[in-house]
C-alpha cells in the first residue's frame, strides 16, 4: 500500500482543487477519513480474515463499489445543511467518491502485495497498473524509522509527492485555490 502519508497528500491536493467555499473543517475531516478509511480492512487480520479474501486486505474497501457508496452518503455528514440531490449535493458526492477512490489507485501504483479488487463485491479479481514505481509502504509507523521505511517515503516523495506539490503550484498561479 502507499503509506498514509501520500494518501492524505494525494487527498489534500484533490481538496484544493475545490473552491475555497468549501474548505470547513469539517469537509477536511472528511476528506481525510475517507482517504484513509479503505485500510481499515486490515483490521480484519486480527479476526482471522487472510489477505486475499474479498474482505481482506485491498479487497472491498478499495473497491469502485465501496467508493461510489461512500461517496453518497458522506456529503450529508460532511455538509449537515446540504440537501439529496442538489447539484452541491452532487459535487460533494462526486468528490467523496473520487477521494475514496484514490485510495485504492494510489496502492495498484505499488510493487507488492496481492492487487486491489476493484469490481468487489461483483469480481474478487485483484489488479495493479501496468507500471508500479511506488515502493509497497511497510505496516506499523515504527516500521518507517528504518532503512527500508526511508526507501519506501523516498519512492513517494518522487512518484507521488512531487506531481501533488506542482498541482498545488498548478492552482496557487492560476488562482484556483484559496489564499
Do not use: N
Amino acid at each position: 500500500m502507499a503509506s498514509a502519508f501520500a494518501h492524505v497528500a494525494v487527498a489534500f491536493a484533490m481538496g484544493k482543487s475545490l473552491s475555497s467555499q468549501f474548505h470547513t473543517s469539517r469537509f477536511w475531516w472528511f476528506t481525510m477519513a475517507c482517504c484513509l478509511l479503505p485500510d481499515a480492512d486490515v483490521l480484519g487480520l486480527m479476526f482471522g480474515i487472510p489477505y486475499e479474501h474479498m474482505l481482506g486486505h485491498r479487497g472491498l474497501t478499495h473497491s469502485i463499489a465501496f467508493a461510489m457508496l461512500l461517496g453518497l452518503v458522506v456529503p450529508r455528514l460532511a455538509a449537515p445543511t446540504i440537501r439529496y440531490g442538489t447539484r452541491r449535493y452532487w459535487l460533494f458526492a462526486m468528490y467523496f467518491f473520487l477521494v475514496t477512490l484514490s485510495h485504492g489507485f494510489l496502492d495498484a501504483l505499488t510493487d507488492g502485495g496481492f492487487g486491489i479488487a476493484f469490481f468487489a463485491p461483483f469480481d474478487s479479481t485483484r489488479y495493479f497498473f501496468p507500471w508500479r514505481p511506488v515502493s509497497v509502504s511497510p505496516i506499523g509507523i515504527s516500521a518507517f524509522v528504518s532503512y527500508e521505511g526511508m526507501r519506501v517515503l523516498l519512492s513517494e516523495l518522487v512518484w507521488i509527492g512531487i506531481p501533488v506539490v506542482l498541482w498545488l503550484i498548478v492552482l496557487k498561479v492560476t488562482g484556483r485555490t484559496a489564499k
